[in-house]
Each structure stands twice: as C-alpha cells, then as structure tokens.
C-alpha cells in the first residue's frame, strides 16, 4: 500500500483527485486504507475534503477515528466541515460522536457550528 500511496501523492492535484474518486468505486480493504491516508496526508485541502466524503458515503464505520482526528486537527474549514458530515453519514449513534457534534454546536466558526447542527439532525432521523 505504501507504494501506491506514494505514486498517488506525486500526481497532479486534478489526477490525484481523480484518483481518489475512483477509489471510492472499489470495494477493497486498501482502497479504504488509501482514502484513509489521503486524509490525513494530502497536502491539498480539496482532496482531502474529497476523501472525507467517499469515506462517509462508504458507511465503514472503520473510518470514525480518522474523521474525528479530520475535525480535531485538521487546518481546513473545508476539510473538517467535510469530515463532520462524513461522521454523520456513518449513522454510529455512539456518546462520543454525540459529544463532539454538541461541543462543535458551539464552535465559533459558524461553518462549523452549522454543519455540526446538521449532523446531529442526521443522527436523529
């Protein structure tokens, strides 16, 4: 996987995010694994907004602790609006994504805050 990584990271962003959008097409473990990386390590705050949302629509509850690192670390506004959606497409109805939706409710970014709001109304549908 570390080989494929490294050729993905080296592509032009528009074919890197090509890339990561045919991953989300692929049912394997790695491919996974690869949006996971993508995530966290992408340097363009696009493509990690991209992986974000493929790994929301995936539905692998596997992907919960790299999106909560996205919304807590990450620089991007984009990037973490994008990770707290993906959290909330998951459907995990746990305290601790509770928890951290309701204390982003209260964030001072009204980017976040809104999208934090809407993951909790996902939640609870």
Not at 10 to 33: D, H, I, W, Y
Not at 52 to 80: H, Q
């Amino acid at each position: 996987m570390r080989s494929t990584l490294d050729a993905l990271m080296k592509m032009q962003p528009a074919l890197r995010r090509k890339a990561v959008l045919a991953l989300g097409n692929k049912n394997f473990k790695e491919s996974f694994l690869l949006l996971c990386e993508v995530l966290k390590q992408d340097l363009s705050p696009v493509i990690r907004h991209e992986a974000a949302f493929i790994l929301g629509a995936t539905k692998n509850k596997a992907a919960m602790p790299v999106l909560i690192n996205s919304i807590l670390t990450d620089t991007s506004d984009i990037v973490r609006h994008e990770s707290i959606e993906a959290l909330g497409d998951l459907g995990i109805k746990s305290k601790e994504i509770t928890n951290l939706l309701k204390s982003l409710c209260n964030d001072k970014n009204p980017f976040i805050k809104d999208t934090a709001e809407i993951a909790l109304a996902t939640l609870k549908l």
